[in-house]
């Protein structure tokens, strides 16, 4: 049994959702037809998270389709935006999302330092990224907007995204050719992130605005949308708060054709936590009538941090050699 707070259209406070699903021991498909008939809706959970209550399972035909019944859109275009600054574990954390989407096909990759300058190290780890362009740029937050982390780059971002598509508009021979960019998609990807690169492909499908599932947010297995034969009808999420939208920035892509109609809506200076629903609220869609990406397991991203060490020395507090020697790199000098 799955008990979780869940938040459902038209509800007018949070409802507790419970839904049972029979154990696989006890499992056969004509018993899991009649559960199915007999349960008259079926909600589907992402069931990879559910190992520790009691495992969901779907029979192979029952599956939710991995895209809303689309095809994988992999010529399309991927255009992640992170936010980046200058910590103890910056590199590390760009390494492993460049190698992850080094596996995403045409994915341009939009990298937004927080500090007045580009930063020429950060610039010899990720230049040799090839399965897209980069474009490694920098915008400073000002001090007033510093509680808001990753808002002032995310905007510049959706700016040169914007950029883009004027460029590829301008640059058109024929007045009814397509500008390659309309039906590329916009994804926000922290640095800090863990990302299934195979379902960034299937974010290429998006039309307008997709919503999914995101893991470890808030102490909790997952945070997402909930949905009744991929239709999205409410949300899982510890905390409500009475936003439109409870989902984590990571938690859904944009086409930028649909931006572009919308004139580029940007991040408001509004309170962390509902930066996410009242950027989406812009867009004048109603979540229902967003698409629902689902993936091979219903979980492929998850909202992980890296532990920085503040503490940290500039260089080991001991250098040994092997005839013996030993010293302190922390010892005052005479």
Not at 25 to 33: A, E, G, H, P, T
Not at 210 to 237: D, H, M, Y
Not at 302 to 331: E, F, M
Request: hydrophobic share 35%; aromatic share 14%; glycine share 6%.
């Amino acid at each position: 049994m799955l008990t979780k707070k869940s938040r459902f259209f038209g509800a007018s406070s949070p409802q507790i959702f419970i839904e049972r699903y029979p154990r696989e021991s006890q499992l056969s498909y004509d018993n899991w037809s009649n559960y199915i008939k007999e349960g008259g809706k079926k909600f589907y959970v992402p069931y990879i998270a559910l190992g520790s209550y009691n495992k969901a399972w779907y029979h192979t035909e029952d599956k939710p389709s991995p895209v809303n019944g689309r095809a994988k859109q992999t010529d399309n275009r991927l255009i992640m935006i992170t936010p980046t600054y200058n910590r103890s574990s910056q590199i590390p954390d760009l390494l492993r999302t460049k190698q992850t989407l080094q596996l995403v096909p045409n994915c341009d990759w939009i990298v937004v330092e927080d500090a007045n300058q580009t930063n020429p190290l950060v610039l010899r780890y990720l230049q040799d990224y090839s399965s897209g362009n980069l474009f490694y740029i920098h915008a400073w937050t000002e001090q007033k907007y510093k509680q808001l982390k990753g808002r002032t780059q995310r905007n510049t971002g959706i700016r040169f995204v914007e950029k883009l598509y004027a460029k590829a508009e301008s640059e058109k021979t024929n007045r009814n050719d397509k500008n390659p960019f309309r039906s590329a998609v916009v994804y926000f990807g922290d640095d800090d992130n863990s990302y299934d690169s195979k379902f960034l492909i299937l974010l290429k499908g998006t039309k307008r605005l997709s919503l999914f599932s995101v893991g470890l947010i808030a102490s909790t297995v997952l945070e997402g949308p909930i949905a009744e034969e991929n239709k999205i009808i409410g949300f899982q999420s510890s905390w409500w708060a009475h936003r439109k939208f409870p989902i984590d920035m990571a938690g859904f892509a944009i086409n930028v054709g649909f931006m572009h109609d919308k004139n580029y809506p940007k991040f408001g200076a509004i309170a962390a936590g509902f930066q996410e629903s009242n950027y989406l609220e812009k867009f004048q869609l109603h979540p229902s009538k967003a698409e629902y990406i689902h993936g091979e397991f219903g979980l492929h991203v998850w909202h992980t941090k890296t532990v920085v060490t503040k503490d940290i020395h500039q260089v080991p507090v001991h250098s040994v050699y092997l005839n013996g020697t030993v010293v302190n790199n922390r010892a005052h000098k005479t």
